[in-house]
């Protein structure tokens, strides 16, 4: 079964500073990932997805994220993080066909330091 | 353009209660999936619906379970509730699964 690791449940950084985020995944074949944000009370938006092609995929607010199948990882990053990117950010993993459901990693709470 | 409805927000049910919870998918979307997050987690799968038909489940016991209309909207219903019930529940809708959902802001259930 497909299953999704994000190693660090919090994270810190200060404003301007980059960031990463760690995604690691657990599926047989080429998965299809995604990154979704979710501010407090708030539903997931997306900010990103891979199913194929070029590794590096650019999403929205400025975030990236890198597939890596030797790693099985597919990592977050933003170059300079702003105040309003704090929030929850949950990657997740999809089979990519028939059934399609989402797997859910843990979710890391990310806090921007002024 | 609107995009994935939820009703209600906010509900509090008793123990041993039932509750129905109500999605509208964004225009354009027939494919309906309900989430459950629990408090400081990841979203859980519960079911999907496309076409009316249930289309795959995850590991949910048989007190849950949904429809879908021809309009594409989607019920979520939960008998005999549990407190451990209470939760976030998200509904997300697409027309292509592979390209992601996008999900709606979510009913808070509470039981107590």
């Known amino acids: 079964a497909q299953s999704v690791t994000q190693p660090d449940i919090h994270i810190t950084v200060s404003e301007g500073a980059s960031l990463e985020l760690r995604c690691n995944y657990s599926y047989g074949a080429t998965p299809y990932l995604f990154w979704y944000v979710q501010s407090p009370g708030q539903g997931l938006q997306l900010l990103l997805k891979?199913?194929?092609?070029?590794?590096l995929v650019q999403g929205i607010k400025g975030f990236e994220a890198e597939f890596k199948r030797s790693q099985s990882s597919f990592n977050l990053r933003k170059p300079s993080v702003h105040w309003s990117d704090a929030a929850e950010y949950f990657c997740?993993?999809?089979?990519?066909?028939?059934?399609?459901?989402?797997?859910f990693g843990g979710g890391t709470r990310l806090m921007v330091k002024p | 353009d609107a995009g994935v409805t939820q009703s209600p927000t906010h509900l509090i049910k008793t123990r041993g209660q039932q509750v129905t919870l109500r999605c509208s998918p964004k225009s354009g979307h027939d494919t309906v999936s309900w989430y459950q997050q629990a408090l400081g987690q990841g979203p859980q799968f519960i079911f999907q619906y496309y076409e009316e038909e249930e289309r795959q489940r995850g590991n949910f016991p048989d007190r849950f379970s949904g429809h879908q209309f021809p309009n594409y909207s989607s019920e979520l219903n939960v008998n005999a509730l549990l407190l451990g019930d209470s939760a976030l529940y998200l509904c997300a809708s697409t027309e292509t699964p592979r390209y992601g959902y996008t999900f709606g802001s979510g009913t808070r259930l509470t039981v107590v």
């Open positions: 997740a993993v999809s089979e990519g066909n028939a059934g399609n459901m989402l797997t």
């Open positions: 891979y199913f194929s092609g070029d590794t």
